[in-house]
C-alpha cells in the first residue's frame, strides 16, 4: 500500500469533522449576525 493510500482514510475523516465543525460555526455566526440585526 502507497504512503497516499495509507493516509488518506484519516485525512478523510478529518476533513468530515473539519465540515461538521465549520457547520456549526456558520449556524453561530448566522445567529449573531441574526443579533445583530442582520440577516433573516
Known sequence: MSSVEEKMPRLVAQLHAQFAEGAILEQAIKA???G???GG
Open 32 to 34: 449573531n449576525l441574526r
Open 36 to 38: 445583530l440585526g442582520y
